[in-house]
């Protein structure tokens, strides 16, 4: 069955970087996009990235342009999110998802406060 795990979430200083991790099984990995979001309470859960099948196009919300970059390796079936000049305002639970499907990970916490 399709499996999504993230990992590498954690308690982060302002300015500091962390890099999350998707890794992903049960489906042919190399045939689809993968993106993350992010969801804090009582809020939408938004996009934050998102990856094409090659890695050859990637898209971000404007409030991470710049800073977080979304990259895939094939031969491992996984997808990171590496985040640099982390905000407060990035605190959020942060997912993985299959493109256009109803497949999501767990989530992992990411809180950056001092």
């Known amino acids: 069955q399709v499996q999504l795990v993230e990992s590498g979430g954690g308690l982060v200083q302002p300015g500091g970087s962390l890099r999350l991790s998707c890794a992903a099984s049960g489906f042919t990995f190399s045939n689809y996009g993968i993106s993350w979001y992010r969801q804090v309470p009582e809020k939408e859960r938004e996009l934050v990235a998102a990856i094409s099948t090659t890695g050859g196009s990637t898209n971000y919300a404007d409030a991470v342009k710049d800073r977080f970059t979304i990259s895939r390796d094939h031969a491992k079936n996984t997808v990171y999110l590496q985040m640099n000049s982390l905000k407060p305002e990035d605190t959020a639970v942060y997912y993985c998802?299959?493109?256009?499907?109803?497949?999501w990970g767990q989530g992992t916490q990411v809180t950056v406060s001092s």
């Open positions: 998802r299959v493109r256009n499907s109803n497949y």
